[in-house]
């Protein structure tokens, strides 16, 4: 079964430093994985996605992510941190089981920017 | 475009109670998957509909159902309530268009917060 994992629950940075927020995946096949972010009291939004083509995959609101075959990583990166920025992010991977695709999400990853 | 609308936006219900959620996709998105936000749990997959048919089921108990009307609207039932269903309920919609379209991304509701008492 595909699946993601964040190791960490809660990152902490101070504004102006680089961010990283870690996701490592599990899947058979081609890996199709996205980022999502959710902002207090509000649904989840995309941010960026990798299907296929260069490793670094360039998203909304300044954010990347570098995805690693051989590390089966999909880190989301940043290189100047906001506290705009503090939210809770999601890594997922499409999962293609029974016919039909859904979204596999990970458990979240708090952000917490510190001025 | 409007967003995807939930509602409402806050339930309070008690054990053995049912409650309906609804969620209003964007216009023309065809695709709507439900899913499940707990702090413990995170994300998990209820289901999706596509033109009035579940086409992809999570790992939850029969108590959770979901239809879709021809306007693309969907709701979720939950019966017998119990007090793990407590959750933020999370609405999102695709255009979808193809069976294993394998790029596109999720549209999601504000949710809809339930708490079991």
């Known amino acids: 079964a595909q699946s993601v994992a964040q190791p960490e629950d809660q990152v902490n940075v101070a504004e102006g430093n680089p961010l990283t927020v870690k996701c490592t995946y599990s899947?058979?096949?081609?890996?199709?994985l996205f980022w999502y972010v959710q902002y207090p009291n509000r649904g989840l939004q995309f941010l960026l996605k990798?299907?296929?083509?260069?490793?670094l995959v360039k998203g909304s609101y300044g954010f990347e992510a570098e995805f690693n075959k051989s590390q089966t990583s999909f880190h989301l990166k940043k290189p100047s941190a906001l506290v705009s920025d503090s939210a809770l992010y999601f890594c997922?991977?499409?999962?293609?089981?029974?016919?039909?695709?859904?979204?596999?999400f990970g458990a979240g990853t708090r952000l917490a920017v510190h001025p | 475009k409007a967003g995807v609308t939930q509602t409402p936006r806050y339930l309070i219900k008690t054990r053995g109670q049912q409650v309906t959620l609804s969620c209003s996709p964007i216009?023309?998105?065809?695709?709507v998957s439900w899913y499940q936000q707990t702090p413990g749990q995170g994300l998990q997959f209820l289901f999706e509909?596509?033109?009035?048919?579940?086409?992809n089921k999570g790992n939850f108990p029969g108590r959770f159902s979901g239809r879709q009307f021809s306007n693309s609207r969907s709701e979720m039932n939950v019966s017998t309530l119990e007090l793990g269903d407590s959750a933020l309920y999370l609405c999102?919609?695709?255009?979808?268009?193809?069976?294993?379209?394998?790029?596109?991304?999720?549209?999601f509701g504000s949710g809809t917060q339930l708490s079991v008492l």
């Open positions: 999102a919609s695709s255009p979808t268009r193809e069976r294993r379209a394998t790029n596109e991304k999720l549209f």
């Open positions: 899947v058979s096949g081609n890996p199709y």
């Open positions: 990798y299907i296929t083509g260069d490793n």
């Open positions: 997922a991977v499409r999962d293609m089981s029974g016919g039909y695709n859904k979204l596999i």
């Open positions: 216009s023309g998105h065809r695709s």
């Open positions: 509909y596509f033109s009035e048919t579940q086409r």
